[in-house]
């Protein structure tokens, strides 16, 4: 079966800093990762994906991610937050059909 | 291309009423799906369809649940004698099918109906 954990609900950096968003994932297969990100209001949009092709993952927004069999993991990461990465971030492994979230990790970037 | 759309965005209602949630995937996406997301959680996976038939059903869609895709482009969502534990918000997702498996597919998201039952 399949499942992801977030490592913190609650995520503060400030404006310039390094993010990091930790995500652990079980899976009975090789697994298939996916970060999304959600504003306010707003429904889910795609920041990248793991297809088992390279392992480190480039998305949108400056963000990447890199998976690790060894670990288990597949953590997110940008070298400079800015104000508007503040937002809801979202890990999901898809093993079927089924595609599992997250209980997701709120970001706040202070200026 | 417009995106997702759902409609309402909000719906309020009395515990006990009927609700029905319409969403209307990117033209031309096959695979639809639907979501339920509370409070400080994940979304979680209601059903999917491929076209008009539905595929694939979670245990937490009750029988009070039914989605409909009748001609293979729009969907709705239907919710009978609501509970106060149906407030959520339900998303609604596309897909293209073109990437050469479901596990690999891009969703899509619409915003989302809040559900509130009072």
């Known amino acids: 079966a399949q499942s992801v954990t977030q490592l913190g609900s609650h995520v503060s950096v400030s404006e310039g800093a390094l993010v990091l968003l930790r995500c652990n994932y079980s899976?009975?297969?090789?697994?298939?990762l996916f970060w999304y990100v959600q504003y306010p209001n707003q429904g889910l949009q795609l920041l990248l994906k793991y297809t088992s092709a390279a392992t480190l993952v480039k998305g949108i927004n400056g963000f990447e991610a890199e998976f690790k069999k060894s670990e288990t993991s597949f953590h997110l990461t940008k070298p400079s937050a800015h104000m508007s990465d503040a937002a809801e971030y979202f890990c999901a492994v898809s093993e079927s059909l089924d595609m599992r979230f997250g209980a997701g990790t709120r970001l706040t970037v202070k200026p | 291309d417009t995106g997702v759309s759902q409609d309402p965005r909000h719906k309020i209602t009395k515990r006990g009423q009927n609700v029905t949630f319409r969403c209307d995937p990117i033209?031309?996406?096959?695979?639809l799906y639907w979501y339920r997301q509370t409070l400080g959680q994940g979304p979680e996976f209601l059903t999917y369809?491929?076209?008009?038939?539905?595929?694939?059903k979670s245990r937490l869609l009750s029988d009070r649940f039914s989605a409909e895709r009748p001609k293979g482009s729009f969907s709705t969502l239907e919710i009978q004698r609501t509970e106060q534990g149906d407030s959520a918000m339900y998303l609604c997702?596309?897909?293209?099918?073109?990437?050469?498996?479901?596990?690999?597919?891009?969703?899509?998201f619409g915003p989302g109906t809040r559900l509130t039952v009072l």
């Open positions: 033209s031309e996406h096959n695979r």
């Open positions: 899976s009975s297969v090789p697994p298939y």
């Open positions: 369809f491929q076209n008009e038939a539905q595929l694939e």
């Open positions: 997702a596309s897909s293209s099918g073109t990437s050469g498996g479901y596990r690999t597919d891009t969703q899509y």
